[in-house]
């Protein structure tokens, strides 16, 4: 299992991840296209035309405050997007739209 100190890496890996938040939240994991940002996702999601800039290939379900899922993905190089679409307990909004958004590379092994 992978601590949170530790970079993903391309292959199969599994990881822990916890909600230490206040909310519920969730981690959907995207597989972007070359050049495509998590931005050009949401964009298409609303929609629906044209190819697809990413594609969903993993992730958690919901989780309370404190709880934990382990998933077990298998990461090509890449770029990707981490997005949570739990709705905001305060506006009702998804998380996506408060900022909880990422993107990140996974290189290619060494």
């Known amino acids: ?12 890996q599994t990881i822990r ?3 230490t938040a206040e909310q519920s939240h969730e981690v959907v994991i ?8 998590p931005a050009d996702m949401l964009a298409w999601m609303e929609k629906m035309e044209g190819p697809p800039p990413g594609a969903p290939i993993g992730g958690t379900t919901p989780m309370a405050r404190g709880e934990e899922n382990i998933i077990t993905v298998d990461l090509p190089a890449g770029e990707y997007g981490l997005l949570c679409f739990v709705s905001d307990a305060k506006d009702g909004k998804p998380h996506f739209m408060h900022g909880m958004v990422t993107q990140l590379t996974i290189p290619a092994p060494k």
Do not use: H
């Open 17 to 19: 991840v916890k909600n």
């Open 30 to 37: 995207i597989k972007l296209q070359p050049g495509k940002k």
């Open 1 to 12: 299992m992978r601590s949170s100190s530790q970079p993903l890496q391309a292959g199969r």
